[in-house]
């Protein structure tokens, strides 16, 4: 249940690239015009290190400043929560969330319109109810109230079997309400069963309470769509990019789908796009020009110029370790 994958985050013309157990940053130096069809940046050398983190993603607030949100790789019941001011080249540790009895796990960060940021992260530890919880602040991180915002969805732990809810990401709609995706293990036992579905629940009140959920991505049997990250296009559709995990011998690929509103899906797996080369915990990313970014624990990245219809490969990529086993590359995402 844990992520394995490389990151790009974007802002204009701006790339940080994540990797690692010991995670790095690495900045872009190219900037490229509106429709070009060159690579989508060059790599400096590493820029700063996240010790002892195991999963972390980052947001660029409105004012320019980062935020980075960190699960450490001890499991612990601790989110922390970091912020830049130098373009995410310095870090300084700014606040904690802490659940008092389970293990926080996969954050993602969220800026809403009116400035106000929303944390969420899956909640278990194996006894109590798995639950995709939310906090808010509004104060960019300094501090998150006294307890949770809200709970995504919950369901009962199964005794001595690991399934639960993973994986959450937050977006904003074009109405302004906040949409919650999320891989979800608790179809197992219905009928028919579903090993692990994307999910997604909406918010009319910016993440206090959450409409009925629905399925994103959802075939019956073994298939197990998940690390779900949606990027508005500059077109204004949605697009979703997803690993694939559960058929004999695959290595979870990554495959992309196009909502026109981020609520209206074409459930089935295989209703999108698969991305050549890359697997596992995908990350997407759409540029100020219009053209998207895909990168994957694969150590590779691709950039499209015709919204996901195809991808070219950036070459190099952004690290100088090799393709092999995702486990060594334990990361998280962002934006």
């Known amino acids: 249940m844990l992520w394995h994958g490389t990151t790009v985050v974007t802002r204009g013309a701006q ?6 157990v010991v995670v790095a940053s690495v900045l872009s130096q190219q900037v490229v015009g509106e429709g070009s069809a060159g690579p ?3 790599w400096t050398a590493n820029a700063n290190a996240f010790e002892d983190s195991l999963q972390k993603r980052l947001l660029q607030l409105h004012n320019g400043d980062w935020l980075s949100e960190t699960a450490r790789t001890n499991l612990s019941n601790t989110v922390h929560i970091s912020r830049s001011t130098d373009g995410a080249v310095s870090w300084q540790s700014i606040s904690t969330v802490t659940d008092a009895n389970r293990v926080l796990a996969q954050p993602h960060l969220i800026q809403r319109p009116d400035g106000s940021v929303i944390l969420s992260a899956a909640a278990w530890n194996g006894k109590d109810p798995y639950a995709i919880l939310t906090w808010r602040s509004t104060n960019d991180g300094t501090t998150w109230g006294t307890g949770p915002l809200s709970t995504v969805d919950s369901f009962p732990a199964i005794p001595n079997e690991m399934k639960g809810l993973w994986e959450p990401h937050l977006f904003n709609l074009a109405d302004g309400r906040l949409a919650a995706l999320y891989a979800n293990e608790g179809h197992a036992y219905s009928f028919p069963s579903y090993s692990q579905v994307i999910s997604e629940r909406v918010s009319n009140d910016g993440g206090a309470s959450w409409g009925p959920e629905f399925f994103v991505a959802a075939t019956p049997g073994t298939s197990r769509p998940g690390v779900p990250v949606v990027a508005k296009r500059s077109d204004g559709q949605f697009v979703l990019a997803y690993e694939v995990c559960g058929a004999p011998g695959e290595v979870c690929p990554t495959w992309t789908k196009v909502s026109a509103d981020g609520v209206t899906w074409d459930v089935d797996v295989y209703s999108g796009r698969p991305v050549t080369g890359h697997a596992y915990s995908t990350h997407i990313a759409s540029l100020a020009d219009g053209r998207l970014v895909i990168s994957s624990a ?3 990245v691709s950039y499209s110029n015709d919204f996901g219809e195809t991808w070219l490969r950036q070459d190099p990529p952004a ?8 486990s060594d590359y334990l990361v998280a995402n962002a934006l």
């Open 319 to 326: 690290f100088s370790f090799a393709q092999g086993d995702p």
């Open 40 to 42: 989508v940046s060059s």
């Open 15 to 20: 790339f940080v690239m994540l990797a690692g």
């Open 298 to 300: 694969r150590n590779e």
